[in-house]
């Protein structure tokens, strides 16, 4: 699996933005998908998560504010980013992993990513 990511760019807090990550290769069906984002400085951490099933988990710190979704016949994956505040700042990486229903949050856990998308979000 291939993962491209885009739809990154530079808001105003408050602003909404959507980010999507396309893969190549089959089976997407049967895959988890996940954000995750490394501020300036800081080590990446996780933002959503989707899984095969279509449950869906989120950070304490987007909860409320962002969106996870996928669509299978299209082979993507969407974050919707509401209510973004400048913490938003960071480089966004989608990943994805073969089935999985647990550890949705543990970047260990995946095994494809995508290049990474710049979000900046001033104040």
């Known amino acids: 699996v291939q993962l491209q990511a885009s739809g990154g760019g530079s808001v105003q807090a408050g602003d909404s933005l959507r980010l999507s990550c396309a893969a190549s290769?089959?089976?997407?069906?049967?895959?988890?998908l996940a954000w995750f984002r490394q501020p300036p400085g800081k080590e990446r951490e996780f933002v959503a998560a989707v899984t095969w099933a279509f449950s869906t988990y989120y950070a304490d710190s987007v909860k409320g504010r962002f969106t996870i979704s996928r669509d299978n016949a299209k082979s993507t994956v969407y974050l919707q980013m509401n209510s973004t505040k400048p913490l938003d700042t960071a480089v966004y990486y989608c990943a994805a992993r073969f089935l999985g229903l647990n550890n949705n949050d543990d970047d260990r856990r995946y095994d494809y990513w995508g290049q990474g998308t710049q979000v900046t979000v001033s104040s």
């Open positions: 290769g089959s089976s997407f069906p049967s895959y988890s």
